[in-house]
């Protein structure tokens, strides 16, 4: 394979990840951001609206084999918890920190609105089983709040 088609094939994964890290719920002008391992090692930006309610689903039915668990933490994001605030969260007058953990094949969700714009970051951490034992990988995935 030449380098070219490598990069087409990165772009496509990455493409694909961002169409359903962000697709859209049919009819109700509302969104939804899904957040799964695949999302979280491979994506490196998500969108968000401002003023725009948005469902955050921390999905954990695409664990790998080794998988113990996901968990995401959006620290101090300009948004408004809509229901019920996940175990963990802080709410914060201008800011909060919502933190959602998913043992494999179960899925959390928390419903947001974006109340400020800019760039923030979700750290995830995914826990491994290794043969030295449990072992956590953290990455980065950047959320973009925009107009």
Same mark, same amino acid.
């Given at each position: 394979?030449?380098?070219?088609?490598?990069?087409?094939?990165? *772009?496509?994964?990455?493409? *694909?990840?961002?169409?359903? *890290?962000?697709?859209?719920?049919?009819?109700? /002008?509302?969104?939804?951001?899904?957040?799964?391992?695949?999302?979280?090692?491979?994506?490196?930006?998500?969108?968000?609206?401002?003023?725009?309610?948005?469902?955050?689903?921390?999905?954990?039915?695409?664990?790998?084999?080794?998988?113990?668990?996901?968990?995401?933490?959006?620290?101090?994001?300009?948004?408004?918890?809509?229901?019920?605030?996940?175990?963990?969260?802080?709410?914060?007058?201008?800011?909060?920190?919502?933190?959602?953990?998913? *043992?494999?094949?179960?899925?959390?969700?928390?419903?947001?609105?974006?109340?400020?714009?800019?760039?923030?970051?979700?750290?995830?951490?995914?826990?491994?089983?290794?043969?030295? /034992?449990?072992?956590?990988?953290?990455?980065?995935?950047?959320?973009?709040?925009?107009?």
């Amino acid at each position: 394979m030449t380098s070219f088609h490598r990069i087409a094939a990165a *772009a496509a994964l990455t493409f *694909a990840l961002l169409g359903s *890290a962000c697709s859209s719920l049919t009819g109700s /002008g509302a969104h939804k951001l899904v957040l799964s391992e695949p999302v979280c090692v491979n994506a490196r930006f998500l969108k968000m609206k401002l003023n725009q309610q948005t469902t955050i689903v921390l999905d954990n039915n695409k664990a790998g084999p080794t998988q113990k668990g996901l968990s995401v933490t959006l620290s101090e994001f300009p948004v408004i918890i809509v229901g019920d605030v996940p175990q963990g969260s802080t709410i914060g007058a201008n800011f909060s920190t919502i933190r959602l953990s998913t *043992a494999p094949k179960e899925q959390k969700t928390v419903v947001v609105l974006p109340t400020g714009t800019g760039s923030y970051e979700i750290t995830c951490n995914i826990s491994l089983t290794t043969q030295s /034992g449990l072992q956590v990988q953290q990455k980065t995935v950047t959320v973009q709040i925009t107009q």
